[in-house]
């Protein structure tokens, strides 16, 4: 009995400790820490943009909505007009998946399209799910004090039916908030895209 | 024609070949590899004004889904504009088929059709009256296939997911007849009833059937919605719960418990926003599918102003009884038999380790009290008093710790690790106090010294010293009273602690009506002072069960802190005992002894198993694989 309720104990604590690493994403939340290698071969950790507005995008290739993005030059317009942010992809798609690229590839792709910024490579998911991430492109915009401040959609136009100046671009929206000094509103929408391929 | 819109036309390469309008009651397949989707409407000829049935009509390659209103984590619903030429078709409503859930890789979920759907679609057609009226496309229309007829197109945009998504845009287009007399179209017509039949029923129109619903929000960290449904039939594994997405929380996979006419899903929400404080009542709108009444199976929506309840209750509901299901007269009752339990549960807890020696010792100080029966009586009150007080003190600590989402109830004091090492060291002190090492405010047995006979304040202290002290105990006896009482809120806990209070201290408030008893006991002397130190191994027994019930919940190398801590408080305690009363050794020893007591708490705090907002790990799991 006596065993019974320590590992009982044991258990919720072992739960407990892993369970920040799991649920998360969570608007006014520290964002969760991570450090990856992008398609360039550098390392990139979060911690180094501190005091910094990051934003991260959730991003596949391979997916018609990163793709359809990626073209209209949705997210590299909006990155190049807020130079003074610091906007990362992130490819959360497990290296046994069809979707996969390789770094020349990817290389490739982003060129193509004129993304200047860094992508990083989270095969093994753990980054994306400490944000939960659903969706590519699944958008978070952080803060300077490193907390979440908005979690959600690039915008309001899931089929992309309306012309590009006609969609409210939430993180667009956001990122002129946080410039102002103020929250992003909404500060969390609802992600559309295609499921991230964990 | 935006640049985007181009862009997703040249993505979706077939939807450029938008097929001709067809003639009748459905438009021709718009087809890809995944998927093909046609515009179907219920009439060959249809009136001229009046309701119109139609529906976006999906079929679909194995594994491949189109979404429900909410797609699930991904994806989304598809989207329909309609324009008509030679007639309006207006107020189209589009509606939403009983869906079912589809898993993803990484815990991720989706809600949507696989085989074969059709949206339905509720129009008004009017055209006007007259061939001249309408334009000439009509005309042409007229000399192509005779008749008058409406021109209905529909622009759909829709995504076909697998694991991989593909959006695709089409125009279908079809020329609907119109005439004075309706004919229907049989194949058409039966294809729309059977879907239209799959239309979850709005709750109120099934009779006998309820539903209702409410958010558990007693644990902030165990955000719950809680759905019930009741006068159906239903099996595991067939019924399931889809909820609309709702603007500040996020919905995790619902748990579901069937009964015999009752099923209730459990839901784990989370806060889309940190911080935020949840309104009084928030809207939901839910289906519940795989429903059977009368043989008949059957879903049901509902669309409720749900009451968020600030009520600890996250745990099982009791099988059949509503959330607030206890009436009057059965409430009454178990309220009575709980407060008769905490009262025999406090008298029980005076046999305590801890809790005997304080009971033996007041009742060896008042035997002794030359004052009489008056200073008796006094006495006894003060430590009554002290007891009742301290435990009105705990009803409120237990009301602010579930407040904070804390553990609450009887038996959550050993688990919060600080409080536990409080209680632990509350004890040692009483130990070295027995031994005459120590003389803190607690009573003590020996008459001869003065200050000891007299004084209520003396006698008041040990009444609040003996509740902290009884907490060290969890007699399961005490469990249903208070986890009852913390569970119906302040007045009950406070209502239930009171009776605690009246049980432990029943033996004071005995003497207080008849002071003559305590003469039952022989004039104190040398057996008191020997039963005092035995006591004192009694008290000091105590510790190990304590510190056994602090393990769990502090680390091994915790332990082994917080024990040399309390070493070191009896080393100094001794060493206080044996120096020549020199004032300012003394003080200082006693400032040691009370920074030694303060590190044990802070030992045991900073070396605790689990975060102090302790969650629960079944909850963490739900939380998880939902989405």
């Known amino acids: 009995m006596r065993k019974w309720i320590s590992a009982t104990c044991v258990l919720a604590a072992l739960a407990l400790a892993a369970a920040p690493a799991l649920a998360a994403g969570t608007v006014g939340e520290t964002a969760p820490a991570f450090q990856l290698k992008g398609i360039d071969g550098k390392t990139y950790s979060l911690a180094d943009y501190k005091g910094k507005v990051v934003v991260l995008e959730w991003v596949n290739p391979n997916c018609p909505f990163s793709d359809r993005h990626a073209r209209e030059k949705t997210m590299s317009d909006l990155a190049r007009k807020h130079g003074e942010i610091v906007w990362l992809g992130i490819n959360s798609t497990n290296a046994s998946h069809a979707n996969y690229l390789q770094p020349a590839e990817h290389q490739a792709w982003a060129k193509k399209n004129g993304v200047s910024y860094a992508i990083l490579y989270d095969e093994t998911g753990k980054v994306g799910k400490a944000y939960d991430a659903k969706t590519t492109p699944h958008m978070f915009i952080i803060d300077k004090d490193g907390k979440i401040a908005y979690n959600g959609a690039i915008d309001d136009d899931p089929p992309g039916r309306k012309a590009k100046a006609e969609r409210a671009n939430y993180v667009a929206q956001g990122l002129g908030a946080e410039k102002a000094g103020k929250n992003p509103d909404p500060a969390a929408t609802k992600p559309y895209g295609c499921s991230i391929k964990y | ?627």
């Open chain 2, 1 to 627: 024609m935006s640049t985007s819109r181009a862009a997703l036309l040249a993505l979706s390469l077939t939807a450029l070949l938008a097929p001709p309008p067809a003639r009748g009651a459905a438009s021709e397949w718009a087809e890809n590899e995944q998927s093909r989707v046609r515009l179907v409407t219920e009439y060959a000829t249809a009136p001229r004004n009046g309701p119109i049935r139609l529906g976006l009509h999906f079929t679909l390659s194995p594994g491949w889904h189109v979404y429900w209103k909410n797609s699930g984590d991904a994806g989304f619903p598809p989207v329909i504009t309609f324009s008509s030429t030679g007639g309006a078709l207006q107020k189209a409503e589009l509606f939403w088929p009983a869906p079912r859930r589809f898993e993803l890789p990484g815990g991720l979920v989706a809600f949507g059709y696989e085989g074969e759907a059709v949206y339905p679609i509720q129009a008004k057609l009017q055209v006007p009256e007259g061939a001249g009226a309408v334009e000439t496309v009509t005309s042409d229309l007229e000399r192509a296939g005779g008749g008058e007829s409406v021109e209905i197109t529909a622009e759909v945009d829709y995504l076909v997911c697998e694991v991989d998504c593909i959006p695709y845009r089409y125009t279908l287009a079809l020329t609907q007849p119109v005439g004075e007399e309706a004919v229907a179209d049989p194949e058409t017509s039966r294809l729309l009833d059977s879907w239209w039949a799959r239309l979850p029923k709005p709750a109120g129109e099934i009779p006998g059937v309820q539903t209702g619903a409410l958010v558990h929000a007693g644990n902030p960290e165990k955000l719950e919605l809680e759905v019930r449904v009741r006068g159906a039939r239903a099996k595991k594994g067939e019924t399931d719960l889809f909820l609309e997405t709702h603007e500040a929380l996020e919905t995790g996979k619902p748990q579901v418990r069937v009964t015999a006419d009752e099923v209730v899903f459990r839901v784990p929400l989370r806060a889309k926003q940190a911080g935020k404080e949840l309104p009084a009542k928030t809207v939901f709108a839910w289906t519940v599918t795989g429903l059977s009444r009368e043989g008949e199976l059957v879903s049901l929506e509902a669309r409720r102003e749900v009451e968020v309840s600030r009520k600890p209750g996250g745990g099982e509901p009791s099988a059949g009884a509503a959330p607030a299901g206890e009436t009057g007269a059965a409430y009454r009752a178990r309220l009575f038999r709980l407060l008769l339990l905490a009262l025999l549960g406090g008298l029980l807890l005076n046999l305590m380790p801890t809790v005997l020696p304080l009971l033996l010792g007041e009742l060896v100080v008042l035997r002794g009290d030359p004052g009489g029966r008056p200073a008796v009586r006094e006495g006894a009150a003060a430590v009554a008093t002290g007891i009742l007080g301290s435990c009105m003190a705990m009803a409120a600590l237990a009301e602010a710790a579930r407040r904070a989402g804390l553990p609450a109830g009887w038996g959550a004091q050993l688990q919060e690790p600080l409080l536990a090492a409080l209680i632990l060291v509350a004890a040692v002190v009483l130990t070295l106090n027995l031994w005459g090492l120590l003389d803190t405010p607690l009573p003590s047995t020996d008459p001869a010294d003065p200050a000891e006979r007299r004084g209520s304040v003396r006698h008041l202290l040990a009444g609040l010293f003996t509740t902290p002290l009884a907490l060290g105990w969890t007699l399961p006896l005490l469990r249903e009273p208070v986890g009852f009482a913390v569970e119906k809120g302040p007045a009950v806990t406070l209502t239930v602690l009171a009776a605690l209070g009246l049980g432990l201290s029943l033996p004071y408030l005995v003497l207080l009506l008849a002071p003559a008893v305590v003469r039952v006991l022989p004039a104190p002397g040398r057996w008191s002072r020997v039963l005092r130190e035995g006591m004192g191994f009694l008290a000091g027994a105590s510790t190990f069960w304590l510190l056994y019930a602090l393990s769990h919940h502090v680390s091994p190398e915790g332990i082994a802190w917080v024990e040399l801590a309390l070493l070191v408080m009896a080393l100094l305690a001794w060493l206080r005992h044996r120096t020549v009363p020199r004032n300012a050794v003394r003080f200082g020893l006693a400032v040691a002894l009370v920074a030694c007591a303060a590190a044990a708490l802070w030992l045991a705090d900073d070396n605790r198993l689990t975060p102090r907002t302790s969650r629960t790990a079944d909850n963490q799991r739900n939380i998880l694989t939902g989405g």
